[in-house]
């Protein structure tokens, strides 16, 4: 069984500063990782996405996400956010013949 | 332009009465998804289906049905045996069932039962 936790339901912050949002993975077997994001009464959209190689994977919208094996970890960053970043954040996980399980969501709302 | 619809965005209906959500797909996939979301949930998969005429139920089935009778369409009915029915919810779509294809979601709609 594969399963995600979104350690942080909301996290405040102000314009231009960094920004991570946490995301810790179980699965017994190799995993692909995603990060989608959802603004308001809307659908989601693909951030990136982790299947293999390089740990540091680039993303749209000046995101970035880090895999890390040992430490189970799929974190979300930002060096600088804006007012248009805030919205809700989902990470999502998938292994073997499984589907997609997705976290709880960390809401990002950024202030002036 | 190739995507996802889902109609209607706003949906409400009477406790008791069945309804469907329609989802359309142009992007040519093989594989089509159904999930429902409620506020810090995150989503929950509802049902799938990876191929015309066959679907499988995903972790919360009871009280929903679906079919897929055409490649690009893959409706959700809302039955009265579901007991808590308002939610958002998402289709999406895969090129395969690879585990490496990305997720494309509709718009979603917003179901409230009265």
């Known amino acids: 069984a594969q399963s995600v936790t979104q350690l942080d339901s909301q996290v405040p912050v102000f314009e231009e500063a960094p920004v991570e949002l946490r995301c810790n993975y179980s699965?017994?077997?190799?995993?692909?990782l995603f990060w989608y994001v959802q603004y308001p009464n809307q659908g989601l959209q693909l951030l990136l996405k982790?299947?293999?190689?390089?740990?540091l994977v680039k993303g749209i919208n000046g995101f970035e996400a880090e895999f890390n094996k040992s430490q189970t970890s799929f974190h979300l960053r930002k060096p600088s956010v804006h007012i248009s970043d805030t919205a809700e954040y989902f990470c999502?996980?998938?292994?073997?013949?499984?589907?997609?399980?997705f976290g709880k969501g960390t809401m990002l709302l950024v202030s002036p | 332009d190739g995507g996802i619809t889902q109609s209607p965005k706003y949906l409400f209906r009477k406790e008791g009465q069945n309804v469907t959500l329609s989802c359309e797909q142009n992007l040519n996939h093989d594989a089509m998804y159904w999930y429902r979301q409620d506020p810090g949930q995150g989503l929950r998969l509802i049902y799938y289906s990876q191929i015309v005429n066959d679907f499988q139920k995903g972790d919360i089935a009871e009280g929903y049905s679906v079919s897929r009778e055409k490649k690009e369409s893959f409706p959700l009915t809302v039955t009265s045996a579901q007991k808590n029915p308002t939610a958002f919810y998402l289709c999406?779509?895969?090129?395969?069932?690879?585990?490496?294809?990305?997720?494309?979601f509709g718009p979603g709609t917003r179901l409230t039962v009265l």
């Open positions: 999406a779509s895969t090129a395969g069932g690879r585990s490496t294809d990305t997720q494309y």
């Open positions: 699965s017994s077997v190799s995993v692909y």
């Open positions: 999502a996980v998938k292994s073997g013949y499984s589907t997609l399980t």
């Open positions: 982790y299947l293999s190689g390089s740990t």
